[in-house]
């Protein structure tokens, strides 16, 4: 029995080594840890719905270029990793899939950058890369809301296997925002 076991493993390393088998270290445990925008609340701020925004909330300013960064932690090797926003009563998505990293990310953790153009974001009503950088915050006080979006992250591993798709735990405010 011991023979048999160690001639397998040997098979399949020799297998491994030509190149025949593809190995991959598979996505697991996906989650959104944090997102921010370049655009922040200086006070709170009524929604169409009556519902207060509080000062300090993060959002996206329609009717300009919103940079937005989505930290992510996992498990596994990294090899790209899809962002989507998902308007909250409509559903309607956006996708934005990452160019495949540079090399298999294995950290456990990471930070993806997008910009959004005005009129991008999906709402409620009708490029980038793992990264460690920092975005300026603007702050911003005259804001009509729109709606809002979840921003959910997918990731794949090298032989192009997806994770579990993983949602934020709040919405993202869209509004109209007045300099």
Do not use: H
């Amino acid at each position: 029995m011991k023979k048999i076991l160690l001639a397998s493993v040997a098979g399949a390393g020799l297998l491994a080594s030509c190149g025949g088998v593809l190995t991959a270290d598979p996505v697991t445990n996906l989650a959104v840890s944090s997102y921010s925008t370049d655009w922040q609340l200086t006070g709170d701020v009524r929604d169409q719905n009556g519902q207060i925004i509080p000062k300090g909330t993060y959002l996206i300013c329609d009717n300009k270029n919103t940079k937005m960064q989505v930290g992510v932690t996992f498990q596994g090797g990294l090899q790209q990793l899809a962002l989507q926003f998902k308007g909250y009563n409509t559903g309607t998505t956006k996708t934005v899939a990452t160019n495949p990293l540079n090399a298999t990310n294995s950290s456990g953790s990471g930070t993806y950058e997008y910009t959004f153009g005005p009129n991008t974001a999906p709402l409620s009503v009708n490029g980038g890369n793992l990264s460690a950088q920092a975005i300026i915050v603007n702050p911003i006080t005259n804001v009509t809301v729109k709606g809002y979006t979840y921003v959910r992250v997918q990731g794949y591993d090298l032989a192009g296997n997806a994770s579990n798709v993983a949602t934020s735990p709040t919405a993202i405010p869209v509004a109209d925002c007045a300099s």
